[in-house]
């Protein structure tokens, strides 16, 4: 498996790509999770599959703009660039669901890369979350859990 993918450099691109078996990976690339699974990070268990985020549309989301949708998606998960280091970022794969992990997140097999998602579309992201103005909403990290 490779990691030469074509580039998502803005939120309509990657609106284009929504599909009931599309996720979205935080990591160092297809090569890379080619030879692994998943981690509990609590326990350290290994899991099934690769933990990732659906950019599956749900039906009770109405017709609703799909780039928040999408923006949401990957917002909620970006603080893993930071948290799992250099080379970390994120990835768009078409993939086949093998189980849930302890987050409830899908665990899935890669079935085929699909493009790597840069900084621009991002940041597209994290405006498009930000215009929303909801003090109650934010990413889910863990990192800052007052411990």
Known sequence: ???????????????????????????????????????????????????????RVEPWWGERSHELWVARRLFDYRHLRELRGLGVRAWVLRGAEVGRGPDNEPLVRCLEPLAWVADSALSQCEDLVNAQHSDEWGPLDRSNSGR
């Open 1 to 55: 498996m490779t990691d030469e993918l074509p580039t998502i450099t803005n939120l309509t691109e990657l609106v284009g790509l929504l599909g009931d078996d599309v996720y979205v990976r935080w990591s160092k690339g297809p090569a890379a999770d080619a030879a692994s699974t998943s981690r509990d990070s609590l326990t350290g268990v290994e899991l099934p599959g690769l933990s990732a985020s659906p950019l």
